[in-house]
C-alpha cells in the first residue's frame, strides 16, 4: 500500500470538497445558456472568422415566433416532415425496388416514404395551395387559396444511401399558388438538411440575415425530438476547398478540365462525397471552398432548377456565398418547366468568378439538356 503523507492527504481532500461547488458553477452556467432566450442574430463565436456559431437554445417555435404566421407554421410543416424522415432513414431498407419517378431514376424505398410524409404534412399545414416534389415532378394542388408554395427533393443523394454516407432534404417556399415562371428571387424561405452523425436544417427566409442552422435533440432528455438553434452563418471566404460534382464533363469540356488542374496545382483539399447537400453545408461549416457541377455535351446537367439548384442558391447566398451557373446567380433563372436543369457552382465569390471565367456557359449553350438521364 502507498504511504500518504498528512500533508498530501489534506491537499487532496480540499479539491474533493471544492469540486462540487465548480460542477454546480459549471451546471448554473450551462443551464443559463440553455435556458436565456438569444437574439437570432447574436448567435455567434470567433472562430473560425467565416462561422458564426454558438449554441442558444433558442427553439425553431421561438425563432418562428417574429414571422408571418403562415409561414412559419409552412416551415414548421418542413421540419416535422425531416424530423420523420430522419427517424425512418435509420431503420430503412436500402434494397433498391423495381420502380422508377417520372425523371426514369432508379428509386429506393426510402425516397418514396420521403415523399409522402412531406406531400402528408404539407397538405396537414392548411397553407400549402401547391406542391411539387423531384419525385413527382408536377404541381400538385394541395389547398386552394392558401398563400405559398412549395418544391422539395425529399432525399437527396438516395444513391448513396445504401452506403451509409450523408444523404439530404431541400425544398424552397414561394409566396402564391405557381412554381413554374418563378424565379429564386422569390423564394421566401429554403432549406438543406442533413441526415448524418446529427440531423440539422439550415434555413434562410426573407427578412432574416443570414442562414441559420438548427439541430435535431435526439438525447432521450426532456427536449428530445425538439430543434434547437445552433449556429448563423453570415459570411463565406477564400478557401482551399473543393468538392468536384460530375467530373466527367471534364473529358469534352475544356475549361473545367483547366480548373480541375488549377485546384490540383494550387493544392486545394479535396472534400466530395456525391451527396450535394453534404458537400455544399461543409462550405458553410468550414467557412471557405466551392463546389461545382458544370455541364458537358456528353455529361449534361442533371440538377434541378426548381428541387435543388434554386432553393441552395438562395439559402448560400443568404449566408454570403455566391451562386452561378455560368453566367451569373442561379436566383436570375427562370424556372420554365418543373423539369429544367441547370449546371451551377456555390462557394466563395472568388472561387464562383474563377468558374465563371474559366467554365461559363460555352459548353453548356451548345449542349441539349438531357432530361432523362
Not at 267 to 288: P, W
Request: with cysteine; charged share 20%; aromatic share 8%.
Amino acid at each position: 500500500m502507498a504511504f500518504i503523507t498528512p500533508a498530501a492527504a489534506a491537499s487532496v481532500t480540499a479539491r474533493v470538497a471544492a469540486r462540487p461547488a465548480v460542477i454546480g458553477a459549471r451546471a448554473t452556467a450551462f443551464a443559463g445558456a440553455a435556458v436565456a432566450p438569444t437574439s437570432r442574430r447574436s448567435v455567434v463565436r470567433a472562430a473560425p472568422a467565416a462561422l458564426r456559431m454558438a449554441q442558444s437554445g433558442e427553439t425553431l417555435e421561438e425563432f418562428l415566433a417574429g414571422s408571418d404566421p403562415k409561414l412559419a407554421k409552412c416551415v414548421a410543416a418542413m421540419f416535422a416532415s425531416c424530423k420523420e424522415v430522419a427517424y425512418k432513414i435509420r431503420t430503412a431498407s436500402c434494397d433498391k425496388m423495381a420502380c422508377f419517378n417520372d425523371f426514369g431514376d432508379e428509386q429506393l424505398a426510402i425516397d418514396m416514404l420521403a415523399d409522402k410524409i412531406i406531400f402528408d404534412n404539407l397538405e396537414a399545414s392548411g397553407v400549402v395551395a401547391t406542391a411539387s416534389s423531384e419525385e413527382v415532378p408536377k404541381e400538385v394542388t394541395i389547398t386552394a387559396g392558401a398563400p405559398y408554395s412549395v418544391a422539395f427533393d425529399p432525399l437527396d443523394g438516395s444513391s448513396i444511401i445504401d452506403t451509409n454516407f450523408t444523404v439530404g432534404t431541400i425544398f424552397g417556399v414561394w409566396p402564391g399558388d405557381k412554381l413554374v415562371g418563378t424565379t429564386g428571387r422569390e423564394l421566401v424561405a429554403g432549406g438543406m438538411v442533413l441526415y448524418g452523425p446529427r440531423t440539422t436544417v439550415t434555413l434562410a427566409m426573407d427578412g432574416v440575415e443570414g442562414a441559420h442552422e438548427f439541430l435535431l435533440i435526439d438525447d432521450f432528455s426532456s427536449r428530445h425530438g425538439s430543434w434547437v438553434h445552433t449556429a448563423t452563418f453570415t459570411s463565406v471566404n477564400e478557401g482551399k476547398l473543393y468538392a468536384p460534382g460530375n467530373l466527367r464533363a471534364a473529358e469534352d469540356n475544356p475549361g473545367y478540365a483547366d480548373l480541375i488542374d488549377y485546384y490540383r496545382k494550387e493544392k486545394f483539399q479535396l472534400r466530395y462525397s456525391g451527396g450535394m447537400v453534404g458537400d455544399v453545408n461543409q462550405i458553410l461549416v468550414k467557412g471557405k471552398g466551392v463546389f461545382c457541377n458544370p455541364s458537358s455535351p456528353s455529361a449534361k446537367a442533371k440538377l434541378r432548377l426548381l428541387y435543388e439548384v434554386a432553393p441552395i442558391g438562395y439559402v448560400m447566398e443568404k449566408a454570403g456565398a455566391k451562386s452561378s451557373d455560368g453566367s451569373g446567380s442561379v436566383l436570375d433563372i427562370k424556372v420554365q418547366t418543373t423539369e429544367d436543369r441547370s449546371q451551377v457552382c456555390y462557394g466563395s465569390a472568388g472561387e464562383v468568378a474563377r468558374f465563371e471565367q474559366m467554365v461559363g456557359k460555352k459548353v453548356e449553350m451548345n449542349a441539349t439538356v438531357d432530361t432523362t438521364a
